[in-house]
């Protein structure tokens, strides 16, 4: 039996990558509570494995879930059992996503620009020179995204606090009890019934969900589970992003100036971003419907294959400097939103809070600097970010 790495919430995604990416493109891991899996780690892997129809995302094709040695009370069991696109292949998958791409069609992404820059100029204005030092994570990032997450959804602002903790809670879901996790599920299905059951502005998703139901046959069940997908994937992910993002080039003053100077643009420094530290470290599952070998390791039929988007970002086989921040107008590809059929449809939503957020911030604060160092982790085996980014407007 091959040694398995120890997954441990408590490090930072960037350090959980460049321990697997020590061990080989595929990693034979385990999952906190005793759950085994390959991290897939190389980006060639990687992307093989999002885009051949060889790997399922169903965990119907899971050998040990099916041989019951998935423990019930194995915090992620959550994720396995509920009825969305993560977790669905084929027919399945593409009806759940023909009515989840309605809410980011080109035209609802643009209709949102003015909310975003509105928010992003509110936000700033907590930003002066003299004043105390401003946690970009808090006080920026994750309200950039709650705001514009609601108006896409349709989320009330008394209900966003609401959201907050829930979507927290469920991120750090691989740290709780059995019981915990319990409380948390049932949690967030009576918010979700809640959201679905009220009044809707009928230009949002929860009104397509709730039409969804009626025209396109989906279950309460789907549209309660399409809806908290949203809110669990669009929001603490996009906030981790934006807080990288500025960590990033904080980091790298040399870079900032070029883009300050107009050698390059905010698109280049978003997909950079992406590049060198996503929202994201890791996604479970994929598995291989057939025995396969995938970087050199066989893979038997039915195993578990942890998607690692961060570590494969940064494989150095893509460029010798794989691990330098680097903006460049000849961007590097990555795999930040996945690719192949569960390419993240927020995708385009996510880079125009990018971008304008970080235009915003840099345009109107030049000489912005660290604070203080970044701080611990955010627990968590799915979002890769520091708990708090302290920074000083100048």
């Known amino acids: 039996m091959p040694t398995r790495h120890l997954l441990?919430?408590?490090?930072?995604?960037?350090?959980?990558?460049?321990?697997?990416?020590?061990l080989g493109s595929v990693v034979p891991a385990v999952w906190p509570g005793g759950v085994e899996c390959w991290a897939v780690v190389?980006?060639?892997?990687?992307?093989?494995?999002?885009?051949?129809?060889?790997?399922?995302?169903?965990?119907a094709h899971w050998r040990a879930l099916a041989q019951g040695e998935v423990p019930p009370d194995w915090p992620m069991t959550d994720?396995?059992?509920?009825?969305?696109?993560?977790?669905?292949?084929?027919?399945?998958?593409?009806?759940?996503?023909?009515?989840?791409?309605?809410?980011?069609?080109?035209?609802?992404?643009?209709?949102?620009?003015?909310?975003?820059?509105?928010?992003?100029?509110?936000l700033l204005e907590t930003f002066a020179p003299g004043r105390d030092p401003v946690d970009i994570r808090a006080g920026f990032a994750l309200p950039l995204a709650l705001g514009t997450l609601s108006s896409l959804l349709g989320i009330p602002d008394g209900d966003q606090r609401a959201v907050t903790a829930l979507v927290r809670r469920a991120l750090a879901r691989a740290s709780m009890s059995p019981a915990e996790s319990a409380v948390l599920t049932d949690d967030i299905r009576t918010f979700l019934d809640g959201l679905l059951d009220r009044p809707a502005s009928s230009d949002c998703l929860v009104a397509d969900l709730r039409e969804a139901a009626t025209a396109d046959g989906l279950s309460p069940q789907e549209a309660r589970d399409t809806l908290?997908?949203?809110?669990?994937?669009?929001?603490?992910?996009?906030?981790?992003?934006?807080?990288?993002?500025?960590g990033s080039l904080l980091d790298h003053p040399a870079e900032l100036r070029r883009v300050l100077a107009g050698e390059t643009g905010w698109d280049d420094v978003v997909e950079e971003a992406l590049r060198y530290d996503p929202g994201v470290f890791a996604l479970p599952f994929a598995f291989p419907r057939e025995d396969t070998e995938l970087g050199g390791v066989a893979i038997p039929a039915g195993d578990a294959l942890l998607l690692c988007y961060s570590a494969a970002n940064r494989d150095p086989r893509l460029r010798g400097d794989a691990h330098g921040f680097r903006v460049s107008h000849a961007r590097e590809p990555h795999l930040a939103f996945g690719r192949g059929p569960h390419y993240c449809l927020g995708a385009p939503l996510a880079k125009l809070q990018l971008r304008t957020a970080l235009r915003g911030l840099f345009t109107r604060h030049p000489g912005l600097r660290a604070a203080l160092p970044a701080g611990p982790p955010a627990p968590s085996l799915i979002v890769s970010v520091p708990s708090t980014l302290f920074v000083l407007p100048g």
């Open 42 to 59: 190389g980006h060639h892997e990687l992307e093989t494995v999002l885009t051949r129809p060889l790997f399922a995302r169903s965990p």
């Open 79 to 122: 994720h396995l059992s509920r009825q969305w696109m993560l977790t669905s292949d084929g027919a399945d998958h593409a009806r759940l996503r023909k009515v989840a791409s309605r809410a980011f069609t080109p035209r609802r992404v643009e209709a949102l620009r003015p909310a975003v820059e509105a928010n992003v100029a509110r």
């Open 228 to 246: 908290w997908l949203f809110l669990a994937a669009g929001f603490d992910t996009t906030a981790a992003a934006l807080t990288n993002a500025v």
């Open 8 to 22: 441990d919430p408590s490090a930072g995604g960037q350090a959980r990558s460049a321990a697997l990416r020590a």
